[in-house]
């Protein structure tokens, strides 16, 4: 049963799963008010959330970008709902169900991508890199912040089918692969942030 339960985490469903990214708003907000200030954005921003789960950080990111637009994809359509609930307020946000290795967005539409906590569930890294990358307008720049950093940890990976954690440096070597420079990688005991920019 808990088993069962925590794949929510992965993928939130039904009613255990909009328990879960209410949650997630709540306990993964630590992190993010760590974060965030990492993340220059200006305030006519245009930015993408991927893996917007409840959509706490498109609102947090929507009051830090008065004058621009912040969309949000998730491939649950029950984050997808819940993130369109919280932010129905603004006129400056679109949720969309959708893959990170497969965005529905055109070339250089944005100026800044951001991923909290959903990396450890992307199936192909450099597939979707290689899709934030191609989204990003030159000098734009990929923010992508998580709670665990140690590989070697398996308690949650044994327990959540598909779940991958990875270093932070790991990561960072990653992200030059797939050409991203310069790499900043930004640490906090388990927690990390990454800045990531699309070179001009």
Same mark, same amino acid.
């Given at each position: 049963m808990?088993?069962?339960?925590?794949?929510?985490?992965?993928?939130?469903?039904?009613?255990?799963?909009?328990?879960?990214?209410?949650?997630?708003?709540?306990?993964?907000?630590?992190?993010?008010?760590?974060?965030?200030?990492?993340?220059p954005?200006?305030?006519?921003?245009?930015?993408?959330?991927?893996? $917007?789960?409840?959509?706490?950080?498109i609102?947090?990111?929507?009051?830090? $970008?008065?004058?621009?637009?912040?969309?949000?994809?998730?491939?649950?359509?029950?984050?997808?709902?819940?993130s369109?609930?919280?932010?129905?307020?603004?006129?400056? $946000?679109?949720v969309?169900?959708?893959?990170? %290795?497969?965005?529905? =967005?055109?070339?250089?539409?944005?100026?800044a991508?951001t #991923?909290?906590?959903?990396? =450890?569930f992307?199936? !192909?890294l450099?597939?979707?890199? %290689?899709?934030?990358?191609?989204?990003?307008?030159?000098? %734009?720049r990929?923010?992508? #912040?998580?709670e665990?950093? !140690?590989?070697?940890s398996?308690?949650?990976t044994?327990?959540?089918?598909?779940?991958?954690?990875?270093?932070?440096?790991d990561l960072?070597?990653?992200?030059?692969? #797939?050409?991203?420079?310069?790499?900043?990688?930004?640490?906090?005991?388990?927690?990390?942030?990454?800045?990531?920019?699309?070179?001009?």
């Amino acid at each position: 049963m808990l088993r069962k339960l925590l794949q929510n985490t992965r993928r939130p469903q039904g009613f255990w799963g909009r328990m879960m990214l209410r949650g997630m708003n709540r306990g993964h907000k630590p992190l993010s008010d760590w974060a965030m200030p990492h993340l220059p954005l200006s305030p006519d921003a245009r930015v993408l959330d991927v893996g $917007c789960g409840g959509g706490a950080n498109i609102a947090v990111l929507l009051r830090r $970008c008065p004058h621009g637009r912040v969309d949000g994809l998730d491939y649950s359509p029950e984050s997808v709902a819940a993130s369109r609930r919280m932010n129905a307020a603004s006129r400056r $946000c679109t949720v969309t169900e959708g893959d990170v %290795g497969a965005l529905p =967005y055109e070339d250089g539409s944005y100026d800044a991508v951001t #991923a909290f906590e959903t990396i =450890y569930f992307w199936p !192909d890294l450099p597939r979707a890199f %290689g899709e934030i990358r191609r989204v990003l307008r030159p000098g %734009g720049r990929f923010f992508l #912040a998580g709670e665990m950093n !140690d590989p070697s940890s398996t308690f949650w990976t044994d327990r959540i089918d598909g779940m991958t954690i990875y270093s932070g440096e790991d990561l960072r070597r990653r992200l030059e692969a #797939a050409g991203f420079a310069p790499v900043t990688l930004y640490t906090r005991k388990t927690w990390f942030c990454l800045l990531a920019e699309k070179p001009l």
